[in-house]
């Protein structure tokens, strides 16, 4: 009932910045939750950031707590991470997902999710 698309990855060099954006279609955005997810080959798809219908109430993994922020514009139905001092080890490629319900921060609790987007952070 949600499409999500994810663009904004890319090849950047450690220290520099990249902004994600995810466009959703089909429902109202503002009744979601908005998140973003990150999966590395070989890894588990860990969490990234979360942002609250209104965009009052933020949640970041340590990992990377002061260097990246998540927004939303639900004028425009989007969702943005704007990631700052980038690391090798932030290499992954990047998905936007959405729940209708805040509850926990696993992959497992989001009900849709885009097709995802590589970023690539070289040393």
């Known amino acids: 009932q949600v499409q999500l698309v994810e663009s904004g990855g890319g090849l950047v060099q450690a220290g520099g910045s990249l902004r994600l954006s995810c466009a959703a279609s089909g429902r109202t955005f503002s009744s979601f939750v908005m998140g973003w997810f990150r999966q590395a080959p070989g890894k588990e798809r860990d969490f990234v950031a979360q942002i609250s219908w209104s965009g009052g109430a933020t949640l970041y993994a340590d990992s990377v707590k002061g260097r990246f922020t998540i927004s939303r514009d639900n004028a425009k139905n989007t969702v943005y991470l704007q990631m700052n001092s980038l690391k090798p080890e932030d290499t992954a490629v990047y998905y936007c997902?959405?729940?209708?319900?805040?509850?926990?921060?696993?992959?497992?609790?989001?009900?849709?999710w885009g097709q995802g987007t590589q970023v690539t952070v070289s040393s």
């Open positions: 997902a959405a729940k209708s319900v805040l509850s926990g921060v696993t992959a497992a609790d989001y009900n849709y």
